[in-house]
């Protein structure tokens, strides 16, 4: 290497890619002597970097976290990551627009211009998540995932108070769900961070349990569609309308198969968490339709047809 800073800085990033690094390995990636690799570590040691020194018999080197954030070394594609994921933070749901508003603009000051341009070329706008998370919150409800500690909280309006053993924080549709078993209840369960208030750590930790399909996305995201193990729905069902298919496209979740029929005909595939649902999603397209199948959706249909029929006769006092 060309002089000290450089070294140093070559230094850096070699630790925080490896844990380990063997004295003489260390040195020979660097083309320098073992000494003068102990006065690099010195110095980012004085720099406020945890260097930690291996025993054994050639010894060795490991970067550990510190006390301080130190500063850090990126490559390019890890820039550029940072300071996408900091342009769609806001997205994300959690309370932490203003801050990782300054942190982009904090890492894209120090960028080179080579990498402003690509970065600059992401003209992302966002808007914020339904609900804003406490960036407290969230931390303390995925510090009691990753300890494997036993969650005490408070939810909802009354804070109900709730015992459960958290499995994992899932971010979904602009929202952040914890998944736990509800040891009052025996269940599983998910439960909006936002709407959780963190007691006092119990410090209790606890067996993890199996999460069913394997999956924790893919388990609450099934929750949603009213299904206990795969994400898909407990009820699909066909029909065909008589409309064009680019009409309905528009307004179909992505789970939807579409087939044009002809110029003012589509066949229609979709699900839902019940049958008279199912009906009530068909009927929202606002145009005639046949069942094709199967029964049960036929028969929600005309279950549905008749409460139509009263809502529409029912006069208001």
């Not at 963190?198 to 388990?219: L, N, S």
């Amino acid at each position: 290497m060309s002089g000290p800073s450089s070294r140093m800085l070559a230094l850096l990033s070699l630790l925080q890619v490896h844990r380990d690094w063997p004295g003489d390995e260390l040195a020979g990636r660097l083309e320098v002597s073992p000494r003068t690799l102990r006065r690099d570590v010195d110095r980012l040691r004085g720099l406020g970097y945890r260097v930690e020194a291996l025993r054994g018999p050639a010894g060795g080197y490991r970067l550990a976290a510190g006390a301080d954030l130190p500063p850090l070394l990126f490559d390019d594609d890890q820039a550029v990551a940072i300071a996408i994921a900091l342009a769609v933070a806001p997205a994300s749901g959690a309370d932490i627009a203003e801050s990782a508003a300054r942190a982009l603009a904090t890492v894209r000051q120090v960028m080179p211009a080579r990498l402003r341009t690509r970065v600059d070329a992401i003209d992302a706008v966002t808007s914020a998540g339904r609900t804003s998370v406490d960036p407290e919150v969230l931390v303390a409800v995925s510090e009691a995932v990753h300890l494997g500690e036993v969650l005490r909280f408070g939810y909802g309006p009354d804070e109900t108070p709730h015992r459960v053993e958290p499995h994992a924080v899932v971010a979904r549709n602009g929202r952040w769900y914890l998944l736990d078993w509800d040891l009052d209840r025996a269940d599983w369960r998910t439960h909006r961070v936002d709407r959780i208030t963190p007691r006092m750590r119990t410090r209790v930790p606890f067996t993890t349990r199996p999460v069913p399909g394997g999956d924790p996305a893919a388990f609450v995201a099934a929750r949603f569609k009213g299904s206990d193990r795969e994400d898909v729905w407990p009820c699909t069902g066909t029909a065909v309308l008589e409309v064009p298919a680019e009409t309905v496209a528009p307004y179909l979740p992505d789970d939807a198969v579409l087939e044009p029929l002809g110029p003012d005909r589509c066949r229609l595939t979709r699900g839902s968490w019940s049958w008279e649902g199912l009906a009530a999603a068909f009927a929202g397209a606002t145009a005639d339709f046949t069942v094709e199948g199967p029964d049960e959706l036929r028969a929600a249909t005309a279950v549905l047809a008749e409460r139509l029929g009263r809502a529409s006769a029912r006069r208001r006092d």
